[in-house]
């Protein structure tokens, strides 16, 4: 059963410096991994996908990179901003049978700091 | 688009009522997800259907919750009767069949059973 764990539960930095949100999962055998950005009361945006054959997205101000084989992730966010402030999720959808499942990791609360 | 559109976005009811709550997907999508969000648990996926017939169950937590998929436009999840551990948000997810699958979330309904 894939199982996805995220480092830190919280984070909080002082606006304009660069930071890494971390996602592990325990089966490498996925088709891509999906990161979201949460904002309280409301759902979820994409942010990035990244298929399994990929290393990296990239969408402005962030990165994101795939370790499949070592089963990790990473977000990184450049110059962060006040208004990145967030619950930052990260998906994973296994390949397989059932591929329309995606298995979250609990979030990594991002407050930056004006 | 006006993206996966839910109603109520917020509900509070009595333990013992019935509830309904109602998700319309994103044209031309034709999968559909139901997910619960809670503190302990995180995003849980509870019923997925394909062309509108329900694939995986599994994870509906039990005979008191219901779903429903009448037409490509249209899903209702029906919890009878209510219990306050049912308090949490729950997301409707749509996406299309050709890959990536990327799921696109709606705003959620905040359920409180008192």
């Known amino acids: 059963k894939q199982e996805v764990t995220q480092i830190p539960a919280a984070l909080s930095v002082p606006e304009g410096e660069n930071l890494v949100l971390n996602c592990s999962f325990t089966?490498?055998?996925?088709?891509?991994l999906q990161w979201f950005r949460q904002d309280p009361g409301k759902g979820l945006t994409s942010l990035l996908l990244?298929?399994?054959?990929?290393r990296e997205q990239t969408s402005g101000r962030l990165n994101a990179s795939l370790d499949k084989s070592s089963g990790r992730s990473t977000l990184y966010i450049a110059a962060s901003q006040p208004g990145d402030s967030a619950t930052y999720l990260c998906?994973?959808?296994?390949?397989?049978?059932?591929?329309?499942?995606?298995?979250f990791g609990k979030g990594t609360l991002l407050t930056v700091n004006p | 688009d006006a993206g996966v559109i839910q109603s109520p976005r917020h509900e509070v009811t009595e333990m013992g009522q019935e509830v309904t709550l109602r998700c319309k997907p994103i044209?031309?999508?034709?999968?559909l997800f139901w997910y619960r969000q809670t503190m302990m648990r995180g995003l849980e996926l509870l019923i997925y259907?394909?062309?509108?017939?329900?694939?995986?169950d599994s994870g509906m937590p039990e005979d008191r919750f219901s779903a429903k998929m009448p037409n490509a436009s249209f899903s209702t999840l029906k919890i009878q009767p209510s219990e306050p551990r049912d308090s949490a948000v729950y997301f409707c997810?749509?996406?299309?069949?050709?890959?990536?699958?990327?799921?696109?979330f709606g705003p959620g309904t905040r359920l409180t059973v008192t």
């Open positions: 997810a749509s996406s299309s069949e050709g890959g990536p699958y990327e799921q696109y």
């Open positions: 089966d490498s055998a996925i088709y891509n």
């Open positions: 990244i298929q399994s054959s990929q």
């Open positions: 998906a994973v959808r296994n390949s397989g049978g059932s591929n329309y499942k995606l298995t």
């Open positions: 044209s031309g999508h034709n999968s």
């Open positions: 259907f394909n062309n509108n017939v329900p694939i995986d």
